[in-house]
C-alpha cells in the first residue's frame, strides 16, 4: 500500500515530527518507495515536496500555488 509511513521520529514542537519516511505511489507499484528525511505536522491539510521527489514517484501534479513571501 502507497503512502507516507514514519519509521522514526524525534518529536519537537506539538504535532510536529522529523524523521525518515517511506513514500510511496500506490498508483504506481511498479516504481520503489523513496526514503526520506523530512518535517511533518501533523494537522497539515496539504503536502509540499520538492519537484524532484514528485518525478521520482511518479505524481501527478493537482494544483500549484505559488509562495509570497513578505
Not at 8 to 14: P, V
Not at 28 to 57: F, K, N, T, Y
Amino acid at each position: 500500500m502507497g503512502g507516507i509511513h514514519q519509521q522514526a521520529d524525534d518529536r519537537g514542537a506539538k504535532g510536529l515530527f522529523r524523521g525518515t519516511f517511506s513514500l510511496s505511489n500506490p498508483t504506481r507499484p511498479d516504481l520503489a518507495p523513496l526514503e526520506v528525511s523530512a518535517l511533518a505536522d501533523s494537522g497539515a491539510v496539504h503536502l509540499c515536496m520538492p519537484e524532484h521527489l514528485a518525478i521520482q514517484l511518479g505524481l501527478a501534479e493537482l494544483e500549484r500555488r505559488e509562495v509570497v513571501l513578505q
